[in-house]
């Protein structure tokens, strides 16, 4: 069965497949994760200094990391936007990005959809399975100290724990961040009638790049994840225009997302199908896996809500800053209260939002 096939490849892979080359190639010696490195002791110290200090320092903190305090002090003033969010994606390597990307960007995206578009800090929380390779979990580490850098946030506090073989599968990554809104934070309750809807890039390549790695099917290496973090666009938005509301569609993707708008704003939202940009990878894997691109989530991209007269400067704010697919899809409408009408060009049709959990761990 499938699911026989994912587990037992994943096991296979990661416990003798990574292990033997490294061994073969004497590089860290296939080292693995154990049980003294969360134990609060000298091998957690050892790990700490060797594997989380060279990486992420103490930015603008009062206190930070590298202090190694019970907790980082950062002095703050004005609205704070305080966002979390835990990571157990499977496989935590995926094509175009890892768990470690995901949890740097996924954070830095609420906070930056939230309008705090300049994030003052991050945490990070580490679980991490006893056996799993040492390679994997500092190759997310760089992962993260990466994104981190891109974005100029830094990882002021943390803490790892390592629980036992089969307690959990390999790393689970929890990340809260702080972050300052300049202007008014931004809402769906403030979305208006006659707002436009603008998506920033290519809408289920995250989902389906990940269900595709674990389903083991390959589209021609074209299709990847979009994990990135957004921060920058949606500050290049709220230059351009006025932004009432904005948000990354991750699970349930941009039916989810904008099903949440029309409710939490009790307003109508049309979409025009043929205005969503979709890659054809996008949508061959979609066709492959049985699964919609617009119900899948997306770990790149941010929604806007945005002034009727302000739409399509925004978009072009959006392609000048690198969102070359950005565009107008919708916009929030006096009718169906509450419900995404999607045109098809064929018909009209109601937009659901995903039921059930049809897709775990993809994020
Ligand atoms: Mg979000």
Redesign the pocket.
Known sequence: GTSEDATGDGTSEDATGDGTSEDATGDASGAVIDAGVGAGGGRMREFVESEILDRFGGGSATVGLDALEDGAVHALDGDIVL?T?THVVDPPEFPGGDIGELAVS?TV??LA?MGATDPTALTCGLIVEAGTPESLVTDVLDSMAAASDRVGVEITTGDTKVMGAGEIDRIAINTTGIGRVTGEPLQAARLEVGDRIVVSGPIGEHGLAVLSAREGFEFGGDLSSDVAPVNDLVAAALDAGTVHAA????RGGLSMALNEFAMAADVGISVEESAIPVSEAASAAGEVLGIEPLDVANEGVAVFGVAAGDGDAVVEALHDAGATDAAVVGEVVDEHTGRVVLDTGLGRRYLAEPTGEQLPRIC
Not at 247 to 250: G, I, L, Q, S, V
């Open positions: 966002t969010d996924g995206n609420d959809v948000t990354d569609p991750t």
